[in-house]
């Protein structure tokens, strides 16, 4: 008997453990064992020996079907997963999914899901495996019995071990002692539970009433705190750039004297004050509106489309009425402008330069030859008539409701757009933009069809050319 | 301890026979001719309005052939360069298999003829036109100049032809040298096949891809895919798998080489065939996927042309039928063990594979008119421009698959089935899948 | 009673009848167990892991003050700039994860395929992989500019973003795939070990030794019942690992080929980079198991064989990113798109030749040195070779991502340098990286003992077949 225990009735006989020095002894005696009907054996081996469980008898486990169903389950959430966080909103009350609409790919995109929902579905299946692995196993089993055997020891080195349990049918001690040495077994021993193993230290009870009783305490802290209203500052941890050094438009200004808070450094106490008398602005364009904005001097500054002008009160003007050239609102337009302004040179430098700002700004829509068959609006055009997007063909310079146009008018489509076509004025410089326009003007004068008779009237700003 | 076997062979019937080989030849010789025969006549191959309809059939046809020929070859080479000893009883049925690549290369005589011909039924860049640049380059004379280089006539023919004395030469060279082999039994054979695969190797993968090119991607000649050589790569390696196991279940069932062949091989050959079922599916998700995220149309276009005027049901055939369903149902460990079972299953990835190069090229049959229908903004509505599988494709399939096993029998003749004196016969004989 | 199984120590010898015994020295069960647990258990590890372990704890020290650096300052402390707005952080990341896929293919691919000589190798080269991967992951975390909300790249619901990871992004895949495989590497290593750590166990003499290997192998006790289901969990594993590995550095491919960038969107980006990084990584198991081998006094079990069978690997791997370069060359050039071959082109020729140079150099020429069996037996030569793989491999991903510097709009062409702080982290990650694997080596078992003995007794087994020799060549 090699067990350490001193007390002989807390011992019990749960089996008998021969050694074997090599695997193909252990297998003969396996096989022999399963033979006489033994079932509650087993062997015990460095590594897996070859054929041994046929020898024992040891049926295929389930764990693959374990892993197959994890997997199932794995493929479930993680496709769910991502079809709930991206293609849904407001499904359930809490939790709810934000839907991205990125580079015009469908909200639930199957194809581009396929990678993490392959992930999780691998992920879920290895920790099927390796934890239904140890679970079936039994593992961890810390307190083994065999590892109380000092000979056991060598079973992770080079020795093989089978044991019969004790409960088993065909268990009979001596015979089995008698056919183990006939085996070829170099050493056979009976294996005892030792049952003080199983009591557990007296002190472990104090521990764990002590731990449980240290749980309860952050749910109680937890469930104080939300009977409580907290007066002090709010914790933000995360400090982001939430207070910034510096001064927002609409809040107060800079203190004189920070100790009493309520003197302000400067008379106005607002944050962002009006520029001072005298200050010049680098490019104020409120003062020409003609040609900063194309609208004529004394008339309405509201230059853009849709909002109502408000002319009457200006009498001197000239009336200057003309169809509104687009499909928008009829609304009353402000007095365009009919002349090119006195600040643009109308040379044949201006034109080429208004060619060469028209090439890389308004070709792409409007085409080089200004009839609207630009690269971007003919694909925008195929993509709206197949219900894509949503797009107002360009027009072409020669439409005769553009040929109509004062130039001034013109000149408001490009600084502020229109339609679906956007403003340029953050683009082009005012003096580009007339270029621009002078150029349209010159296109339009290339194609006598397109001109109307009034083409030809005097008050045109065609007379303004060379 | 397990049985050990001795390195012999025992089976009583070793080799096809003579006198069943000399009644069977002639007929498959016959039903080839006849059908390949009736699929010309019938097909309108001679005709000037059905021969598009009839080289696409035959190209597929071809192609599903051929890339079980060239996987065959490639199943020989990788077996011995990495000095395999459980498939030494199946590499014979593998070398033979690869030798049909000479029938192969006799059936690509009407490809390259219509080609040389300057026939566009097939390959539309084959006419050069007299001046400007011709439609299939969309009226572009600089990717006209580029593309022309490499697609035209003469080179196409050139290259043709290096290919196929690229993959002759390596499938009887590695075959002879086996059946020499059985003779001798002299390892020195072993050492020199190996050897010899290493370089012959990079000309078969170079040769393969660039054939991928040539012969399929072209059908396009304005989309690209640097991946399709690996796609085209993959499908030849499953359905050579899938033949080698189905080859080997019906000789067994003939009573030849029963003792040799055992079902641990037939259990590897299923691991593998699922292992590329899932390379398969990766090669082609990848390939797909990448195209739809970047979502240009000069790219996309090709898949267009297969989701939509009723292609969409051979894509999910193919998805579902190439992927989905031979993945779940190679999954499992008494499946790869049940002869009757994988009998099944190589039929049906073999049906699949067939499916997987019809929609390769039979899309490009009517491509002229979807190009029409994309630029118009049009979605192309419901089976329109689909082309199901007719009596013609039926014809070839039949007729060349009747040449292949002619080639079988021919190459194969009075020679043993497996290797008889492979140095490496003991490993094939006894390992075991635990 | 010992097992001999040979004797002698050069086993690249070529028979086609027998194969080359795996273990060789006369080693027994008794001696591979006293041969790889020396190193665990003597008293004093050698000089030289003193050494470098100490340089590695130097370097780590300076990769950690630099990642403080970073997130105090801001990502500003990179090179990263107009127009080549990822550089060096997204070459080491993907760098440190190709190396990693290595481990992963000599544990779960080779053991499909049935290759016995994977399991003197396999437990080392799956550690290097849990480490390099840990300093693959490292990259992407500190590079996400906010490092304090990490946690917003998972689907955690958050009441401070109010929305959840888009997961139509690679760069999100990317998250997922690294933790997956991050998670199964460590748990197919882990289980790998338990036997091996209850050997340890077994022989350990220390209270806390004996505490802390007997925690952690569960008590296992080599019951064949047990044996099953670990051998069939190992398995499906395996069965895992192996398109895990093919989805890693796929998943790694996608972030650059999904965009729109000529010489980025290409179809065959994934098994390129797959191919890549198997390159790679068998180049560094190559050049840690060479020393190893020799200052461990391995050399018995972890045998030319071994080192010769990975060179191969090496070479076939390296020709297929060969192959991967020539298609994408013909392919740009077919697509007569002319971004594209200008994107080849400036390859080349651009600002970035010497890079491209470097990287066709060592990925393309050199291995083809292992064509002669002198170099690929030649432990020396392996180590050379390996480190210029290494290096070739870094150089290109470096040329991939330099593809930015001359993108569609030329005003903003203009040339990367890195900075101290990138070539620091870089250097760093070398240090935390050999740190953990020295520390792996002193305190876990650095071969899979018991698949070691599987690997004997299967040789007795075909030795009988008529399969193996206790002589040497003649």
């Given at each position: 008997m090699?067990?350490?225990?001193?007390?002989i009735e807390?011992?019990?006989l749960i089996?008998?453990?021969?050694?074997?020095?090599d695997?193909?002894t252990?297998?003969?005696a396996?096989?022999?064992?399963?033979d006489?009907?033994v079932?509650?054996?087993?062997a015990?081996?460095p590594?897996p020996?070859?054929?041994i469980e046929?020898a024992?008898?040891?049926p295929?486990?389930?764990?693959p079907?374990?892993?197959?169903a994890v997997a199932s389950g794995?493929l479930?959430?993680?496709l769910?997963m991502?079809?709930?966080?991206?293609?849904?909103e407001?499904l359930?009350?809490?939790?709810?999914?934000y839907?991205?609409?990125i580079s015009?790919?469908?909200?639930?995109?199957?194809?581009a899901?396929?990678?993490?929902?392959?992930?999780?579905?691998?992920l879920?299946?290895?920790f099927?495996?390796?934890?239904?692995?140890?679970?079936l196993?039994g593992?961890?089993?810390?307190?083994n019995?065999?590892?109380?055997?000092?000979?056991?020891?060598?079973?992770?080195n080079?020795?093989?071990?089978?044991?019969v349990?004790a409960d088993?049918?065909?268990?009979?001690?001596?015979?089995?002692?008698?056919n183990?040495s006939?085996?070829?077994?170099?050493?056979?021993?009976?294996?005892?539970?030792?049952q003080?193993d199983?009591?557990?230290?007296?002190?472990?009870?104090?521990?764990?009433?002590?731990?449980?009783?240290?749980?309860?305490v952050?749910?109680a802290?937890?469930?104080?705190a939300?009977?409580?209203?907290?007066?002090?500052?709010?914790?933000?941890?995360?400090?982001?750039?939430?207070w910034?050094v510096?001064?927002?438009?609409?809040?107060?200004g800079?203190l004189?004297?920070?100790?009493?808070?309520t003197?302000?450094?400067?008379?106005?106490?607002r944050?962002?004050?009006?520029?001072?008398?005298?200050?010049?602005?680098r490019?104020?364009?409120?003062?020409?509106?003609?040609?900063?904005?194309?609208?004529q001097?004394?008339?309405?500054l509201?230059?853009?489309?849709?909002?109502?002008?408000?002319?009457?009160?200006n009498q001197?003007?000239?009336p200057?009425e003309?169809?509104?050239?687009?499909?928008?609102?009829?609304?009353?337009?402000?007095n365009?402008?009919t002349?090119i302004?006195?600040?643009v040179?109308?040379?044949k430098d201006t034109?080429?330069?208004g060619?060469?700002?028209y090439?890389?700004?308004?070709?792409?829509?409007?085409?080089?030859?200004g009839e609207g068959?630009?690269?971007?609006?003919?694909?925008?055009?195929?993509?709206?008539?197949?219900?894509e997007?949503?797009w107002t063909e360009?027009?072409?310079?020669?439409?005769?409701?553009?040929i109509?146009?004062?130039?001034g008018?013109?000149?408001?489509?490009?600084?502020?757009?229109?339609?679906?076509?956007?403003?340029?004025?953050t683009?082009?410089?005012p003096?580009?933009?007339?270029a621009i326009?002078?150029?349209?003007?010159a296109?339009?004068?290339?194609?006598?069809?397109?001109?109307?008779?009034?083409?030809d009237?005097p008050?045109d700003?065609?007379d303004?050319?060379? | 301890?397990?049985?050990?076997?001795?390195?012999e062979i025992?089976?009583p019937i070793?080799t096809?026979?003579?006198?069943?080989t000399?009644r069977?030849?002639?007929?498959?010789?016959?039903?080839?001719?006849?059908?390949?025969g009736a699929?010309?006549?019938?097909g309108?191959?001679?005709?000037?309005?059905?021969?598009?309809?009839?080289m696409?059939?035959?190209?597929?046809?071809?192609?599903f052939?051929?890339?079980?020929?060239?996987?065959c070859?490639?199943?020989?080479?990788?077996?011995h360069?990495t000095k395999a000893g459980?498939?030494?009883?199946?590499r014979?049925?593998?070398?033979?298999?690869?030798?049909?690549?000479?029938?192969?290369a006799?059936?690509?005589?009407?490809?390259l003829?219509?080609?040389?011909?300057?026939d566009?039924?097939?390959y539309?860049?084959?006419k050069e036109?007299a001046d400007g640049a011709?439609?299939w380059?969309v009226?572009?004379?600089?990717?006209?100049?580029?593309k022309s280089?490499?697609l035209?006539p003469?080179?196409?023919?050139?290259?043709a032809v290096?290919?196929?004395t690229i993959?002759t030469?390596?499938?009887?060279r590695?075959?002879t040298?086996?059946?020499?082999?059985?003779?001798?039994g002299?390892?020195k054979?072993?050492?020199?096949?190996?050897?010899?695969?290493?370089?012959l190797m990079?000309?078969?993968?170079?040769?393969?891809?660039?054939?991928?090119?040539?012969w399929e991607?072209?059908?396009?000649p304005?989309?690209?895919s640097t991946?399709?050589?690996?796609?085209?790569?993959a499908?030849?390696?499953l359905?050579?798998?899938?033949?080698?196991l189905l080859?080997?279940?019906?000789?067994q069932?003939?009573?030849?080489?029963?003792?040799e062949?055992?079902?641990?091989?037939?259990?590897d050959?299923a691991?593998?065939?699922?292992a590329?079922?899932?390379f398969?599916?990766?090669?082609?998700?990848?390939?797909?996927?990448?195209?739809?995220?970047a979502?240009?149309?000069?790219?996309t276009f090709?898949?267009?042309?297969?989701?939509?005027g009723?292609w969409?049901?051979?894509s999910?055939?193919?998805?579902?039928?190439?992927l989905?369903?031979?993945f779940?149902?190679?999954?499992?460990?008494?499946?790869?063990?049940?002869?009757?079972?994988?009998?099944f299953a190589a039929?049906f990835?073999?049906?699949?594979?067939?499916?997987?190069?019809?929609?390769i090229?039979?899309?490009?049959l009517?491509?002229?008119?979807?190009?029409?229908?994309?630029?118009?903004?049009?979605p192309?509505t419901?089976?329109?421009y689909?082309?199901?599988?007719?009596?013609?494709?039926l014809?070839?399939?039949v007729?060349?698959?009747?040449?292949?096993?002619?080639?079988?029998?021919?190459?194969?003749?009075?020679?043993?089935?497996?290797?008889l004196k492979?140095?490496?016969?003991?490993?094939?004989?006894?390992y075991d899948?635990p | 009673?010992?097992i001999?199984?040979?004797?002698l120590?050069?086993?690249?010898?070529?028979d086609?009848?027998r194969?080359?015994?795996?273990?060789?020295?006369?080693l027994?069960?008794?001696?591979?167990?006293?041969v790889?647990?020396d190193l665990?258990e003597?008293p004093s590890?050698?000089?030289?892991?003193?050494?470098?372990?100490g340089?590695?704890?130097?370097?780590?020290?300076m990769?950690?003050?630099?990642?403080?650096?970073?997130?105090f300052?801001g990502?500003?402390?990179?090179?990263n700039?107009?127009?080549?707005y990822?550089?060096?952080?997204?070459?080491?990341?993907?760098f440190?994860?190709?190396?990693?896929?290595?481990?992963t293919?000599i544990?779960?691919?080779?053991?499909l395929?049935?290759?016995?000589?994977?399991t003197?190798?396999?437990?080392?080269a799956?550690?290097?992989?849990?480490f390099?991967v840990?300093?693959?992951?490292?990259f992407?975390?500190?590079?996400?500019g906010?490092v304090w909300v990490?946690?917003?790249?998972?689907p955690?619901?958050?009441?401070h973003?109010?929305m959840?990871p888009?997961f139509?992004?690679?760069l999100l895949?990317?998250?997922f795939?690294?933790s997956?495989?991050f998670?199964?590497?460590?748990?197919?290593?882990?289980m790998?070990?338990?036997?091996?750590?209850?050997?340890?166990?077994d022989?350990?003499?220390s209270?806390?030794?004996?505490?802390?290997y007997?925690l952690f192998?569960?008590g296992w006790?080599?019951s064949a019942?047990?044996w099953?289901?670990?051998?069939?969990?190992?398995?499906?594993?395996?069965a895992?690992?192996?398109?895990?590995?093919?989805?890693?550095?796929?998943?790694?491919?996608?972030d650059?080929?999904?965009s729109?960038?000529p010489?980025?969107h290409?179809?065959?980006f994934?098994?390129?980079?797959v191919?890549?990084?198997i390159?790679?990584?068998f180049?560094?198991?190559?050049?840690?198991?060479?020393?190893?081998?020799?200052?461990?006094n391995?050399?018995?079990?972890?045998?030319?064989?071994?080192i010769?069978?990975?060179?191969?690997?090496?070479?076939?791997?390296?020709?297929?990113?060969?192959l991967?370069?020539t298609i994408e060359f013909?392919?740009?050039?077919?697509?007569?798109?002319p971004f594209?071959?200008?994107?080849?082109q400036?390859?080349?020729?651009?600002?970035f030749?010497w890079?491209?140079l470097?990287?066709?150099t060592?990925?393309?020429?050199?291995?083809?040195?292992?064509?002669?069996?002198k170099i690929?037996?030649?432990?020396?030569?392996s180590?050379i070779?390996?480190?210029?793989v290494?290096?070739?491999?870094?150089f290109?991903?470096?040329?991939?991502?330099?593809?930015?510097n001359r993108?569609?709009?030329?005003?903003?062409?203009?040339?990367?340098r890195?900075?101290?702080v990138?070539?620091?982290?870089f250097v760093g990650?070398?240090?935390?990286?050999?740190?953990?694997?020295?520390?792996?080596?002193r305190f876990?078992?650095?071969?899979?003992?018991?698949e070691?003995k599987?690997?004997?007794a299967?040789?007795?087994?075909?030795?009988?077949a008529?399969?193996y020799?206790?002589e040497?060549?003649h």
């Open positions: 090699n067990n350490e225990a001193d007390n807390q011992q019990k089996g008998v453990l021969g050694q074997f020095d695997s193909h252990l297998m003969h396996c096989e022999a064992l399963r006489s009907g079932k509650k054996m087993d015990y081996t590594y020996v070859h054929g046929k024992i008898g040891i295929r486990t389930i764990l079907w374990i892993v197959l794995g479930c959430i993680g769910g991502q079809w709930y966080t991206n293609a849904t407001q359930l009350p809490f939790w709810s999914g839907e991205f609409r015009g790919k469908p909200m639930f995109s199957l194809p899901n396929i990678p993490v929902t392959f992930e999780v579905i691998v879920s299946s290895a099927a495996a390796f934890l239904g692995m140890l679970v196993n593992l961890p089993r810390l307190a019995p065999l590892h109380r055997i000092p000979r056991f020891k060598r079973v992770t080079d020795k093989f071990f089978l044991m349990d088993d049918d065909q268990f009979n001690l001596d015979q089995l002692k008698n183990f006939d085996w070829g077994a170099s050493d056979v021993e009976d294996v005892f539970l030792d003080t199983w009591k557990l230290p007296a002190f472990l009870k104090t521990v764990a009433v002590l731990l449980l009783v240290l749980m309860l952050p749910p802290l937890v469930f104080r939300r009977g409580m209203t907290y007066t002090g500052t709010r914790l933000h941890v995360v400090p982001d750039m939430d910034q510096k001064f927002k438009t609409q809040t107060e800079p004189a004297n920070n100790d009493t808070k003197e302000f450094f400067f008379k106005d106490i944050a962002q004050f009006a520029p001072l008398p005298g200050t010049v602005s490019s104020d364009q409120s003062g020409d509106v003609e040609f900063f904005k194309g609208i001097q004394g008339s309405d509201h230059s853009s489309h849709g909002t109502p002008a408000v002319l009457a009160s001197e003007n000239e200057q003309e169809q509104p050239a687009t499909t928008d609102a009829a609304v009353d337009e402000p365009w402008v002349k302004p006195s600040q040179k109308v040379d034109v080429l330069r060619q060469r700002q090439d890389i700004y308004c070709a792409v829509c409007h085409g080089y030859s068959n630009g690269l971007a609006n003919n694909r925008a055009v195929a993509l709206s008539v197949s219900g997007a949503s360009a027009k072409s310079l020669y439409d005769p409701t553009v109509d146009q004062p130039v008018r013109i000149y408001d489509t490009i600084t502020n757009g229109r339609s679906t076509m956007g403003p340029y004025a683009r082009i410089k003096e580009d933009r007339w326009v002078l150029y349209v003007k296109l339009q004068k290339t194609r006598k069809d397109a001109v109307t008779a009034e083409a009237k008050a700003a065609s303004d050319k060379n | 301890m397990a049985h050990i076997r001795k390195a025992t089976s070793v096809l026979g003579g006198e069943s000399s069977v030849l002639p007929v498959l010789l016959v039903v080839a001719v006849a059908c390949i699929a010309f006549f019938f309108g191959a001679f005709k000037d309005t059905g021969r598009a309809a009839f696409h059939s035959y190209l597929v046809s071809y192609m052939f051929l890339s079980i020929t060239l996987g070859i490639f199943f020989v080479m990788i077996q360069l459980w498939s030494v009883t199946v014979r049925v593998a070398e033979i298999m690869g030798c049909a690549i000479f029938p192969m006799i059936l690509f005589i009407p490809i003829l219509s080609v040389l011909g300057g566009t039924s097939l539309t860049w084959v036109p011709p439609e380059a009226g572009d004379q600089r990717i006209f100049d580029i280089t490499f035209n003469t080179w196409f023919g050139i290259r290096v290919y196929f993959w030469f390596i499938a009887f590695l075959y040298w086996s059946v020499k082999q059985d003779e001798t002299d390892k054979i072993s050492l020199k096949s190996q050897a010899y695969c290493a370089p990079l000309g078969f993968v170079l040769s393969l891809a660039f054939a991928a090119f040539d991607m072209s059908l396009a304005m989309w690209f991946m399709f050589p690996v796609y085209i790569f499908g030849c390696v359905s050579s798998l899938a033949t080698i080859v080997c279940l019906l000789l069932k003939t009573g030849r080489i029963t003792d062949i055992t079902i641990e091989h037939y259990h050959l691991k593998l065939c699922f590329f079922i899932f398969w599916g990766y090669i082609a998700f990848s390939q797909f996927m990448l195209i739809w995220y979502n240009i149309p000069e790219e090709w898949y267009r042309f297969r989701f939509e009723g969409i049901l051979f999910l055939v193919l998805l579902f039928g190439h989905f369903i031979p779940l149902g190679m999954m499992a460990r008494t499946v790869r063990r049940n002869k009757t079972y994988l009998l039929i990835l073999l049906a699949m594979h067939w499916v997987d190069h019809y929609w090229v039979m899309p490009q009517n491509a002229s008119v979807y190009e029409g229908y994309f630029s118009s903004g049009e192309i419901k089976t329109e689909v082309q199901y599988p007719g009596f013609i494709d014809l070839l399939f007729g060349m698959g009747a040449l292949f096993v002619a080639s079988f029998c021919l190459v194969s003749g009075n020679r043993a089935l497996v290797p492979d140095p490496r016969l003991h490993e094939a004989l006894n899948n | 009673m010992a001999t199984v040979d004797n120590t050069n086993n690249t010898f070529e086609p009848s194969r080359a015994p795996l273990i060789t020295g006369g027994d069960n008794d001696g591979v167990t006293e790889v647990a665990a003597s590890p050698p000089k030289i892991w003193w050494v470098l372990l340089v590695s704890a130097a370097l780590t020290a990769l950690g003050s630099l990642i403080l650096l970073l997130i300052k990502v500003g402390v990179w090179g700039n107009n127009p080549v990822w550089g060096w952080p997204i070459v080491n990341f993907v440190w994860v190709g190396i990693g896929h290595a481990g293919l544990s779960a691919i080779l053991f395929f049935r290759q016995h000589w994977r003197s190798i396999n437990r080392a799956e550690a290097m992989t849990i390099a840990i300093c693959a992951g490292m992407p975390g500190i590079h996400i906010r990490f946690y917003w790249l998972f955690i619901p958050s009441e973003l109010a959840w888009n139509r992004s690679p895949w990317d998250v795939a690294v997956t495989y998670t199964v590497s460590l748990l197919f290593w882990y790998g070990m338990v036997p091996d750590l209850a050997t340890f166990r022989r350990s003499t209270k806390i030794k004996k505490f802390m007997g192998s569960l006790s080599g019942r047990h099953h289901r670990y051998e069939v969990a190992y398995t499906i594993l395996a895992l690992a192996t398109p895990l590995v093919l989805s890693v550095h796929t998943i790694v491919s996608f650059f080929a999904v729109i960038i010489g980025w290409t179809t065959i994934p098994p390129y980079f191919a890549g990084a390159f790679s990584g180049a560094m198991v190559v050049t840690l198991l060479v020393p190893m081998r020799a200052l461990f391995l050399k018995h079990v972890i045998t030319v064989r071994h010769e069978n990975m060179n191969k690997i090496i070479m076939v791997t390296g020709m297929m990113v060969g991967a370069y013909f392919i740009a050039w077919y697509s007569s798109n594209e071959l200008f994107a080849f400036n390859r080349a020729f651009g600002p030749w890079a491209y470097a990287m066709f060592c990925n393309v020429f050199i291995p083809q040195l292992f064509w002669f069996k690929r037996t030649s432990m020396i030569m180590v070779v390996g480190i210029g290494n290096i070739g491999m870094w290109e991903r470096f040329v991939i991502v330099m593809t930015l993108g569609f709009l030329p005003s903003s062409w203009s040339y990367f890195p900075t101290w990138d070539i620091g982290m990650s070398f240090g935390l990286f050999m740190f953990l694997f020295l520390l792996f080596c876990l078992p650095v071969i899979a003992i018991s070691v599987g690997t004997l299967f040789q007795k087994h075909m030795a009988l008529g399969g020799s206790d040497p060549d």
